[in-house]
């Protein structure tokens, strides 16, 4: 899997488990929230370089970024990526949350009968226990 340099900031995300904090005093609840919020993802973004790349791991994160909406993936391997939605990727985007396994093959590039080229990608998703 390559990368690049890129990073994501997800504004807004989801996590599994959100329901499943502790209880405790409103003051041990805030700092718990406040110590979420300065952990942003600083995963690298998932760039495929040649057709046949794939990205396959559970979804971490959902969430909106400078870029757009993006997932942050962790690999079978432990490794973490975010992976920003791209047209062809709209359909999963919409249907995919937070504790789901995917799986993303880059087929290539073509073009459209417009001449524009653009990028083909081979999408499955596994939903999650909770979902």
Same mark, same amino acid.
């Given at each position: 899997m390559d990368t690049s340099s890129e990073e994501g900031f997800p504004e807004e995300v989801s996590v599994p488990g959100e329901e499943k904090r502790t209880e405790g005093t !409103?003051?041990?609840v805030w700092d718990e929230l406040e110590r979420e919020l300065e952990e942003p993802s600083r995963?690298?973004?998932? !760039?495929?370089?040649?057709v046949g790349d794939q990205l396959l +791991? !559970?979804?971490?994160?959902?969430?909106?970024?400078?870029? +757009?909406?993006?997932l942050e993936v962790q690999t079978p391997e432990g490794e973490k990526y975010v992976l920003w939605e791209k047209?062809? &990727?709209e359909d &999963? *985007?919409?249907?995919?949350?937070a504790g789901d396994k995917i799986g993303v093959? *880059?087929? +290539?590039e073509e073009e459209s009968s417009s001449g524009?080229?653009?990028?083909?990608?081979?999408?499955?998703?596994?939903k999650g226990e909770r979902n």
């Open positions: !409103e003051a041990e995963a690298p973004t998932w !760039e495929p370089k040649g +791991g !559970e979804v971490t994160r959902k969430g909106r970024g400078p870029n +757009g909406r993006l047209v062809a &990727l &999963l *985007f919409d249907r995919v949350k093959r *880059f087929q +290539g524009r080229s653009y990028h083909r990608y081979r999408t499955a998703l596994k």
